[in-house]
């Protein structure tokens, strides 16, 4: 899938609000690891405030979430807020699962930078990432 050295690239895989559904969330995951990403799944039913506060800690450079219950617009608008608060702007923001091609425009809007809905391939988010996250470089 992948023949760069992504090892460097740091991901946080949230799971927003009171979705139950994770098995698509977790063949994301398990992929960008084979890539070579280190990804940090945050697990089900996560706040704004918690995926916000998880991607400060762990200073990550992507910020992905999984969303399959249809809040994802009103979930993304708190997160924004958050993000802008906590500095994390140049943070890559991606969305995938069931999100509607009417929702796009708005979400781009927010600020998300990728969108990768119900059967998007597991190549194309491997090349998005590599393609569009800034690492920080270690002095």
């Known amino acids: 899938m992948s023949n ?3 090892s460097k690239i ?8 009171l979705d139950g559904h994770d098995v698509g969330a977790k063949v994301v995951v398990r992929a960008l690891m084979d890539a070579g990403f280190e990804v940090i799944y945050t697990g089900l039913r996560k706040t704004p405030s918690e995926i916000a506060q998880q991607a400060l800690d762990e200073d990550v450079d992507v910020i992905g979430l999984s969303s399959l219950a249809g809040s994802h617009l009103l ?3 708190k997160l924004k807020g958050l993000i802008d608060q906590y500095g994390l702007k ?5 969305i995938g ?5 009417k929702d796009h425009a708005e979400l781009k809007k927010i600020g998300l930078d990728g969108i990768f809905p119900n059967g998007s391939k597991l190549e194309d988010i491997v090349e998005f990432i ?4 800034q690492v920080k470089e270690v002095a």
Do not use: H, R, S, T
């Open 75 to 77: 979930f993304c608008q």
């Open 10 to 17: 740091k991901i946080l895989v949230g799971k927003p609000g």
């Open 130 to 133: 590599e393609a569009n996250a």
């Open 4 to 6: 760069g050295d992504n």
């Open 90 to 94: 140049e943070k890559l923001w991606l």
């Open 97 to 101: 699962g069931c999100v509607p091609k």
